[in-house]
């Protein structure tokens, strides 16, 4: 076993953790402070979202000099501070690496946009225009309008999938790889352990570069598949030349990928990445309006259980799981899936519970582990690049959606719901910072926060802690096999775990509603009796109460 398959790994969100210095963002000083919080989780790992400098247009996902820590974050030195400070307590810190794009800022871009013959012309995608001066083709961006934006100096276009200020690096010119090569092995140098790596399967492009088949009403077209031919070949090759050489964990986004791909990816003979985040499983309360607006339904369970089943056996003995519910870009379960109201610890706890019962390395988003929920704000409340382009887009342009209904969707899934400070105590701004927050904070935070939860009878935090050591104690969670049991089931999530003579089962009530346990067509349940961990007190032998989750033992 390597250690991240022994791990859970949490997600840090830097800017909303915890502010050292009463500036109103959070930083790494503030980070060092609460690492006695992080080693009482028991977590054997950190992940930070990227905390180089960087203007900020995508709260870092636009960096601008991949050597240097934002100013706003601290210092290089703190940085160092608290890796030395973490590896005491025997935490690894995994950074961010955003190599698809960088920021319009750094200044590879600012010089290839100068001129078509300089050292940094050819570090982006740089295309002409149509012979009627319109962009080379109708791909869209992800966060709205047209991948290409025109630059006069050059009388060509360049791409970006995501926001115009984010332009995609050119993965085709070595010269380039070896910059982001060399920039990870600098961090290596500083004793980083491992790398989270930005939509790492959109790096190689299509190079035809021809338009997307045209969609009714759509000026530009998402792209469906942005894993480019040389992708593979690629990966292989940051592989060959850093992670393995300088024994670094990895973990790849990998948005639009299928479970074949994944396990591609993955499968450690291939040398690529140890484990890859797919995007199926959140996809399941996804939907799409008939004029293609945002929406969102009722999440369909069935289809999750299927696809984290799917996911488990495809990959078992041939790679490993990264699991999540909740990261950055997603917003609280217990308000998009579960009922963040009357049970709000039963529905954290009862997805905590499905997610560290399965094969694979756990990952837990900052306040997911107290149970933080989703700010119901207001559009000018919102922050994120994407949702106000989206508005922009959906509500103001084309009017497919009046602002409420918009809000209606925002408030499940927007990114910015799990981007809102971390909820520490009772005091002020959470007892986030000490200024005014540079986001503002869930007005619950008096009712949900950090002090309040530990001390609570129902605490999600404590849940949590039982849940870790499990994983850390128990080999059967990390090499036991998986086995679904009521696929057909709706309501009820039931896998079983085994190692030689062990025997485990996972059982979990995804609905408020209580589950007579005779309405559960599996003899087997039965057979298990031996409460592991259990967020109700009391077993109850006749049903399932709204969102009692269990590990039971034979
Ligand atoms: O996210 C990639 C990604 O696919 C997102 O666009 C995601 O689908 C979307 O946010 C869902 O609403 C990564 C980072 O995690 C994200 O924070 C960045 O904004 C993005 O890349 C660009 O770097
Ligand atoms: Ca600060």
């Known amino acids: 076993m390597k250690w991240w398959q022994k791990a859970v790994i949490y997600e840090i969100y830097p800017k909303s953790f915890y502010d050292s210095n009463g500036d109103g963002i959070g930083d790494i000083p503030g980070i060092i ?17 990227p905390i180089y400098l960087s203007p900020q247009v995508d709260n870092g996902y636009d960096v601008a000099d991949y050597r240097k820590v934002d100013p706003m974050f601290g210092a290089t030195d703190d ?35 100068k001129s078509k013959d300089n050292y940094f012309s050819d570090f982006y995608i740089w295309k002409d225009p149509k012979p009627d001066g319109s962009a080379p083709n109708n791909w869209a961006a992800s966060f709205g309008g047209s991948a290409w934006t025109y630059v006069p100096e050059r009388n060509q276009y360049y791409l970006h999938y995501y926001a115009s200020q984010q ?39 299509d190079l035809t570069f021809k338009d997307a088949p045209k969609v009714p009403g ?10 480019g031919p040389h992708m593979h070949k690629f990966i292989h090759e940051l592989n060959r030349e850093v992670l393995s050489p300088f024994d670094m964990m990895s973990v790849g986004e990998a948005p639009n990928s299928s479970i074949d791909e994944i396990l591609k990816l993955t499968a450690p003979e291939r040398e690529e990445l140890d484990m890859a985040f797919s995007f199926e499983h959140m996809r399941i309360d996804k939907a799409t309006g008939p004029n293609g607006e945002l929406a969102v339904k009722k999440p369909d369970f069935k289809q999750l259980k299927d696809v984290l089943s799917k996911m488990q056996t495809k990959l078992a003995n041939k790679a490993w799981n990264a699991l999540y519910f909740e990261n950055h870009d997603r917003s609280r379960i217990p308000s998009r899936w579960g009922d963040d109201k009357k049970y709000r610890y039963e529905s954290a706890t009862a997805f905590a519970t499905i997610l560290h019962g399965l094969c694979g390395t756990p990952f ?17 409340q919102y922050e994120d690049i994407e949702l106000k382009n989206s508005y922009q887009e959906q509500v103001e342009e084309k009017k497919l959606l009046t602002t409420k209904e918009f809000l209606d969707v925002e408030h499940k899934i927007a990114r910015d719901n799990s981007r809102a400070p971390m909820q520490w105590n009772s005091s002020k701004n959470a007892g986030f910072s000490q200024g005014t927050p540079w986001y503002q904070v869930n007005p619950n935070y008096d009712e949900i926060n950090v002090e309040k939860d530990r001390q609570s009878k129902k605490s999600v935090f404590k849940y949590y802690q039982d849940l870790i050591k499990l994983r850390h104690n128990e080999d059967i969670l990390t090499e036991g096999t998986y086995k679904e049991l009521i696929p057909e089931d709706e309501n009820v999530f039931a896998y079983k775990r085994d190692l030689n003579d062990k025997h485990w089962l996972v059982l ?29 007190e009391g077993q109850e032998e006749k049903q399932l109460r709204p969102y009692e989750a269990v590990i039971l033992a034979k």
């Open 33 to 49: 402070k609460k690492l006695p919080y992080i080693k009482d989780l028991g977590v054997y790992a950190i992940w930070l979202t």
């Open 79 to 113: 940085l160092k501070e608290l890796i030395k400070e973490a590896h005491k307590q025997n935490i690894k810190v995994i950074l961010d690496m955003v190599a698809n794009h960088t920021s319009d800022q750094c200044v590879w871009f600012r010089e290839s946009k």
């Open 167 to 205: 332009p995609d690096l050119n993965w085709e010119n070595p010269i380039v790889r070896q910059y982001i090569f060399d920039a990870m092995r600098y961090w290596k140098a500083q004793g980083v352990d491992g790398w989270r790596l930005d939509v790492i399967t959109q790096i190689s492009k």
């Open 218 to 227: 759509k000026k530009y077209v998402p792209l469906k598949n942005t894993s």
């Open 364 to 380: 837990v988003f900052q306040g997911e582990e107290i149970g933080m929920t989703n700010p119901q704000y207001d559009m000018n």
């Open 508 to 536: 979990v009530n995804l609905t408020s509603k209580t589950i007579p346990m005779a309405d559960l067509k599996s003899d087997e349940i039965k057979n298990y009796s031996k409460i592991i961990i259990h967020n109700y």
